[in-house]
């Protein structure tokens, strides 16, 4: 009998809550981010200087901690990752950016100690100058509404009783003890919310499909496989409050009747998997996992399984082949995984952030959960917010949000490559990853939702921002997503397969100067071609970067075409450097760094650039300090 | 004489897959964490080993293979001691990470074909997305996260790892004769 004790824990009204925001406590992000830039080191310096300042330091959650001792703990990633590695205090409500372990002595001194917060390691808006102190005055954290990620950068995600301290399991334990499956469906169903991972299915209907199947084994599988380049956000929920998805899982087995479930998690995550694996095994010590979940007699299992790197996996009748040994390569639907999924079973697969939506919802009931965001859309999302933008990372907002108060209020503006704010250089924002599509100027004021999106050629996606200045080729960036799902493509749709290929070699055309006036048709026609013939979501999308960036960048496929000009400089072959004699002095700067000796002349004369042998380099452009050479 | 290192090493070798497959039951479905655990043994999949794994579970050697060549993670070359892995995807793509990657294949000689270099010392290879956008453009060597990386901070790391390996072939003798040798390690 180990859960005894934590099972008094999951209380009905989550009774150690109070007690978690009376102790302080030292919180240091060390999700993936913030470790590469030494959180770790931050922490042990914490633990050194605590001791010798004299403070008492509470390094596991105990429910009878004393009010003078403080709590230092690690938490997931807290998402303003470009500015780590982070530290608050709370509850005083402080947040230091970029701390280094030779900052740590002077934390302690002069806010542990002296209460006071240091100036210098506050972060600083970079369009006002002004310093924030904490969360609350930071328009990244205070423009938005986090509740599926606030846990993230608070809670300790090893700890598995701070978890249960903040009313975690609570939900769960009420799925199980109190509430039947079919109340449980509809509920979520009542809820509104739909699925976080790109499709937008509705959760209840997809749980309500499974659990009228007639079967003894079912399966829940939570979809980790955050295969979207520029999104990570089920990556930091994962890292950052595991048990909030195995809760998910909890509630979501109990709905359809399964009593098996799975984490499916990519295999670049290795703290993602480490956090996933020890949260199953520290709910199983609790009880929460195992042959008697809550004392009902039911039992739950709960694997976590890597996976080897294919983007195609993310799509759910691909992942269950992953799973069942087998080459990602999706079959046709239906049967849908509800009626005839994992070894033949009936089985639902959810999004990592639609899992940890669940417990929120049985809490605090839907009619709260429908408050925020749109009809159609209702509750938050997370979108990861990067590339050209001042402040990058993870920013949770209701469903409707414009991309304007994202991008440049949120994200405090455009940047050019050197990090600084570039107020004009708003171009356009990638959003949906590979299958999604371009929204530029004219859609800063568009309210992010699913059907508005959709309605102009783009999708939420996972919900990958990824903000592009002026600088940016429009057509290379078609080109690099397409290169992506053409190698991701797994071969089995002969217009995904080839298809792709072929609009990739059509799109190389167009930046290596070779297009001509049909091009553009082809790449059309093709582009839509693959779109009808493929069975999956990859090959059904994987176009639509093409297509959405020539409906609202056509000008700059043409100028590629007809002028032979890129006008971002970035497509190299279209460049053609010449120097200009007004401008030489004949110095042989250039003629010394150009490493296929193109570049001839006498000293003192103007140089010239052999066409033939110039590879575009742009070295030559750099050592001439007269800015003699043009058009690279 | 030469041949029997090499025995000893097959029986080895295989000794560690049986323990593997046995770990997992010997079941077909259990093909993906089983390599694996096999390529994290051998930090690559042999293709003797591929054979054996089919012949143990009972499925054709094809089956395996395909397994094998589908997933990006499953390497069938050895790799080389060092391992440096640059994120080539949306946000570090439009964060400069291609001249990164090419500043690293000239420094070290390697192509997209060939990412091993000869002496087997360094392996240079792009990946798909590792999560740390925030941090773009972003380079994993020898599982450490390096973030905002330009070129010439990549290849100053690639030249820190070679003075290492440098100093560790030629340390005993260096530091007792050269005192400066140490600083230099600094």
Same mark, same amino acid.
């Given at each position: 009998m180990t859960n005894v004790e934590p099972l008094t824990l999951v209380s009905p009204n989550g009774n150690g809550s109070s007690m978690l925001t009376q102790v302080r406590r030292v919180v240091i992000c060390a999700g993936t981010g913030c470790m590469a830039n030494g959180a770790m080191k931050v922490f042990e310096q914490f633990k050194r200087e605590m001791a010798g300042a004299g403070l008492h330091v509470l390094l596991e959650l105990r429910p009878e901690a004393a009010s003078d001792e403080v709590r230092l703990s690690k938490s997931g990633c807290q998402g303003f990752c470009q500015m780590g590695p982070l530290v608050s205090v709370l509850p005083d409500g402080i947040l230091y950016t970029k701390v280094r372990s030779e900052d740590v002595a002077e934390i302690v001194h002069e806010t542990l100690v002296a209460g006071q917060a240091v100036?210098?390691?506050?972060?600083?808006?970079?369009?006002?100058?002004?310093?924030?102190?904490?969360?609350?005055?930071?328009?990244?954290?205070?423009?938005?509404?986090?509740?599926?990620?606030?846990?993230?950068?608070?809670?300790?995600?090893?700890?598995?009783?701070?978890?249960?301290?903040?009313?975690?399991?609570?939900?769960?334990?009420?799925?199980?003890?109190?509430?039947?499956?079919?109340?449980?469906? *509809?509920?979520?169903?009542?809820?509104?919310?739909?699925?976080?991972?790109?499709?937008?299915?509705?959760?209840?209907?997809?749980?309500?499909?499974?659990?009228?199947?007639?079967?003894?084994?079912?399966?829940?599988?939570?979809n980790g496989d955050e295969g979207d380049p520029g999104a990570f956000m089920n990556r930091s929920v994962m890292e950052g409050n595991p048990h909030s998805v195995i809760e998910g899982l909890l509630i979501a087995a109990r709905a359809i009747g399964a009593n098996e479930a799975l984490v499916y998690v990519r295999a670049e995550y290795p703290l993602a998997v480490e956090r996933m694996r020890r949260a199953v *095994?520290?709910?199983?010590?609790?009880?929460?996992?195992?042959?008697?979940?809550?004392?009902?007699?039911?039992?739950?299992k709960c694997d976590v399984m890597e996976g080897a790197g294919a983007f195609v996996c993310g799509e759910e009748t691909a992942m269950i082949a992953s799973i069942e040994g087998r080459r990602g390569m999706p079959t046709p639907k239906p049967p849908f995984p509800a009626q005839s999924g994992l070894w033949g079973k009936p089985t639902i697969i959810n999004n990592v952030e639609t899992l940890a939506h669940v417990s929120r919802i049985l809490n605090v009931g839907p009619e709260v959960f429908r408050s925020i965001g749109t009809k159609d859309s209702p509750g938050t999302k997370t979108f990861a917010l990067t590339g050209h933008v001042a402040n990058t990372g993870l920013v949770e907002v209701p469903f409707g949000t414009p991309l304007r108060e994202i991008v440049l209020n949120i994200g405090g503006g455009v940047t050019d490559d050197a990090g600084k704010i570039w107020k004009t250089g708003f171009k356009a924002v990638q959003i949906g990853g590979p299958s999604g599509g371009c929204l530029t100027e004219e859609h800063l004021e568009l309210p992010l939702a699913y059907e508005s999106l959709r309605s102009v050629g783009a999708m939420v996606g996972s919900g990958g921002l990824v903000v592009m200045n002026q600088g940016t080729c429009m057509v290379s960036i078609a080109r690099f997503f397409m290169e992506f799902t053409q190698r991701e493509s797994c071969g089995k749709c002969v217009l995904c397969r080839e298809g792709t290929k072929q609009l990739l070699a059509l799109l190389d055309d167009v930046i290596e100067g070779r297009a001509d006036a049909g091009t553009l048709e082809l790449l059309e026609k093709l582009a839509h071609a693959v779109q009808a013939g493929?069975?999956?979501?990859?090959?059904?999308?994987?176009?639509?970067?093409?297509?959405?960036?020539?409906?609202?960048?056509?000008?700059?496929?043409?100028?590629?075409?007809?002028?032979?000009?890129?006008?971002?400089?970035?497509?190299?072959?279209?460049?053609?450097?010449?120097?200009?004699?007004? *401008?030489?002095?004949?110095?042989?700067?250039?003629?010394?760094?150009?490493?296929?000796?193109?570049?001839?002349?006498?000293?003192?004369?103007?140089?010239?650039?052999?066409?033939?042998?110039?590879?575009?380099?742009?070295?030559?452009? *750099?050592?001439?300090?007269?800015?003699?050479?043009?058009?690279? | 004489m030469a041949s029997a290192p090499i025995a000893v090493d097959r029986a080895g070798k295989f000794e560690k897959v049986c323990g593997i497959l046995d770990r997992f039951a010997r079941r077909p479905a259990g093909l993906i964490p089983i390599l694996q655990a096999i390529q994290h043994e051998y930090q690559y999949l042999p293709e003797e080993v591929l054979t054996y794994v089919a012949t143990s579970l009972d499925v054709p050697p094809a089956r395996v293979f395909g397994v094998a060549t589908f997933y990006a993670h499953f390497a069938l070359e050895p790799k080389g001691k060092h391992v440096i892995r640059i994120c080539d995807r949306t946000a570090c793509h439009v964060k400069q990470s291609l001249?990164?990657?090419?500043?690293?294949?000239?420094?070290?000689?390697?192509?997209?074909?060939?990412?091993?270099?000869?002496?087997?010392?360094?392996?240079?290879?792009?990946?798909?997305?590792?999560?740390?956008c925030g941090l773009a453009p972003v380079i994993v060597i020898d599982e450490q996260v390096h973030g905002q990386i330009t070129p010439e901070h990549a290849v100053a790391l690639v030249d820190d790892i070679q003075a290492q390996e440098a100093s560790l072939q030629t340390a005993p003798a260096v530091a007792a004769e050269q005192p400066l040798a140490e600083e230099c390690n600094d």
């Open positions: 100036e210098r390691l506050l972060y600083k808006d970079p369009s006002t100058r002004k310093s924030c102190r904490g969360i609350t005055d930071n328009p990244f954290y205070s423009r938005q509404n986090r509740l599926v990620l606030k846990e993230c950068g608070y809670l300790d995600p090893e700890d598995i009783h701070e978890y249960i301290l903040h009313g975690g399991y609570r939900a769960a334990r009420k799925a199980f003890v109190e509430m039947a499956p079919q109340e449980i469906c *509809k509920l979520i169903l009542d809820s509104g919310l739909r699925g976080r991972g790109g499709g937008g299915f509705p959760t209840g209907r997809k749980w309500d499909a499974a659990r009228v199947q007639n079967s003894a084994k079912k399966y829940v599988i939570c *095994k520290d709910a199983e010590r609790e009880g929460i996992l195992g042959n008697d979940v809550f004392g009902t007699g039911l039992s739950m493929s069975l999956c979501g990859l090959g059904k999308t994987a176009p639509n970067p093409v297509l959405s960036t020539l409906r609202y960048f056509r000008k700059e496929y043409e100028e590629h075409i007809f002028e032979k000009r890129c006008r971002t400089g970035r497509c190299k072959a279209l460049l053609s450097p010449e120097i200009n004699p007004a *401008k030489c002095k004949g110095c042989g700067m250039c003629l010394k760094t150009c490493p296929t000796q193109a570049i001839t002349g006498e000293k003192k004369q103007p140089h010239h650039i052999d066409p033939e042998l110039c590879i575009k380099c742009g070295a030559c452009a *750099k050592a001439c300090k007269l800015h003699a050479i043009e058009g690279i | 001249p990164v990657l090419n500043a690293l294949r000239q420094k070290l000689g390697t192509t997209e074909k060939s990412k091993t270099t000869a002496d087997m010392m360094f392996t240079v290879e792009t990946v798909a997305c590792l999560g740390a």
